[in-house]
């Protein structure tokens, strides 16, 4: 099993803290110089690197220079201002820190050594004139006024990311969860764990030996896991079983004596008891803790030490004088130039911005500085979350576009026949995390969930997503979108249902559901034509090429039955696939998946919807559907709402934009058939790929 050893100083590690930011910690008229930092150590900042500032070395005051992390002013060291100034010689020093892990969900950590998205965190350096900044007593790891420091030593496990406790029916809710986050493999049959101790050891204290060992349930019944001192064929010692349930973060704390060290050091054994059948669980970390004299300490563990090199500057912008009502969320990466815009982002608000284009009040931000401004500098959708609790009740904006593609930071890939995680690779994944998604399984509605007072379990604003992985895709989609909008196309009032099914049973369910959705779509469009076709065979998938119904031009396609990212029941392809006869410019229909998966544009792999998406000049408009398990009586309540609001007084009303028609869909959803974990999470996990502002049903008006 694969793990970290970490050694650290007790009060040199990462506190708890919360990334609540009611009071700012930064000031709109400074610039800050962010330092990013992945290991425990020194850093160093030569004066030299000051000279960003602006202000000749030898007129820096020292006194005003101030470093933050999260939010709080941290102390550094100055040195060389012993003669009233800074030369090129001289230099700053700080305590930096490896990113870990936070919550401030009230749900324990399985992993507290292991971010969910990255060991990097950041600092801010600041120069205030007139302010004096914090400063160390001196250089180096501060130590304790004690004779003794508690040193630990930690073996971290994270070769797996669990997704934790699940409701029924193996649906899982994308908030936090108990159970959820890095850690080992379920534990095998027989597990060895060792613990190498240098000579700084014959001095620690035998009565202050202890081993923490932190456990996490894998499955819902009672865990009881065998261990003992020593390996599979030796038993030195017997410990005490520990016992904890479901999906429960356990930690079990150990007493250890001299004796149980042969040889400089500690070999644990752990098992699964055969007889429990199903007794899945994995360890987090295990710590041993002692105390050693100080001297002894600094000996044993001498800190690493690294040089800045580089200050990235940074502004902040204050967003309470911006209003907007409509939100486009992006990356640097798609503000490059296409092959039809200078920047296809801008383009993107340009357009929205537009008569042609709805006449929204729009808003460009980039999550790199959504990070830097709500997240202190971390890479974490909270930054998003953040800015949302923050400008929202400001100004009540009506539709969050997320205009990059995201990868989750479990994501896997084969490198040199080895298994990575995007977490700590993502050099390795072809497609990378622009604008990450807010929860697991996949979710963008928790972004803008419990916003609205008293509403917590509705959404704010609409959201939708646009999975672009280069400015060009966003081109291509966007150029998708004015042609929509500009044309009013044949076969507008034309429907085609795809039923699948595994069995005559499951088919004859599914096809009673689709003439439901029918009627509805015929109550209120009455001329609306709606086309069916039905899986004939017994194989697992029916390969369709649609390229006749698709080409004559269709307002909407809807599909019940199993499914997946990469295919369904009833295949239709890729639309990029030049071997198939889709040739559909100006007529991009809608397409409402109802299966598992096919909203999945999170993972490693190109996925069917995406593809339909930003394939340029043919395939739809916009893609719904579930980025998880799809569990067909929820589908089916809710495609029902759906059609009912899509079609309701469709020949007379003003038409509806899309994300209209999905909050309103989940408003009633929840109002028939309440609040439940299981409903919950079905909600949050219906993805919109694609623009909320869009109006399919009538065509866009001007």
Known sequence: MRNSLVLLLFGFSLSNFSLAQDSPWFRYDLTYYKIQTATEGIYRIPARCLTVLGIPLKRIDSRYLRLYHRGKEVGIWVQGVQDGRLDSEDYLEFLGVKNEEWSNSG????????????????????????EQGKRMASPGVHLSGSDQLDVAQ??????????????????????????????????????????????????????????KLAWVGRSPQEHVPILWLGTSSQVIRALPSPQFSGFESFRQSLVLKQEDFQEGKLKL?????????????????AQITYLLPQAAARNAVGPVRFTVEVLQPVRFRDYRSLPANYLLVGHQQLQKPSLQHANALDAYASYRASPAGGNFDTLVLRIEELYDQFAFGERTPWALTAFLKFYWPIHHPQYLLLTGRSVVPFAQAWVDHASVFYRNAPQAFDLQDLVPTAGFPPSDAYFVRGLQPGEPELSAMAVGRIPAKTSQDLSNYLNKVIEKERVLVSGHNRILHLIGGMNPAELARHSSFMEVFAALAKSGLPEVEVITYRKQGEAEVERVDLGK?????????????????????????????????????????LLLINGCEYGNAFGPSYSQGEDWLLTPNKGAIAVLSNSSLGVDLLLKRYTEIWYKHLFAGAPTADPLHLGDILL??????????GLSSEHEAFLSQQVLLGDPALCILPPFLR
């Open 107 to 130: 749900i324990a950590i399985p992993n507290p050594y292991v971010n969910t998205y990255s060991d990097t965190t950041a600092f801010f350096l600041a120069y205030t004139p007139g």
């Open 154 to 211: 930690v073996q971290v496990f994270a070769e797996e990311y669990a997704l934790g406790k699940m409701a029924r029916w193996g649906l899982r809710s994308s908030t936090r969860k108990e159970g959820q986050g890095w850690m080992s493999s379920v534990i095998a049959p027989d597990l060895n764990l060792e613990f190498l101790l240098d000579s700084a050891f014959a001095k620690v204290d035998s009565q202050s030996i202890s081993l």
């Open 269 to 285: 054994h752990l098992a699964v008891d055969p007889a429990r059948k199903g007794d899945y669980f994995s360890l987090a970390f």
């Open 549 to 589: 119904e698709i080409n004559a031009g269709l307002v909407l396609l809807t599909y019940f039955g199993h499914g997946s990212l990469g295919y369904n029941e009833l295949d239709f392809g890729y639309v990029s696939d030049s071997t198939l006869s889709y040739a559909n410019a100006g007529k991009y229909p």
């Open 664 to 673: 309103r869909t989940e408003r009633e959803f929840l109002f028939r058939y």
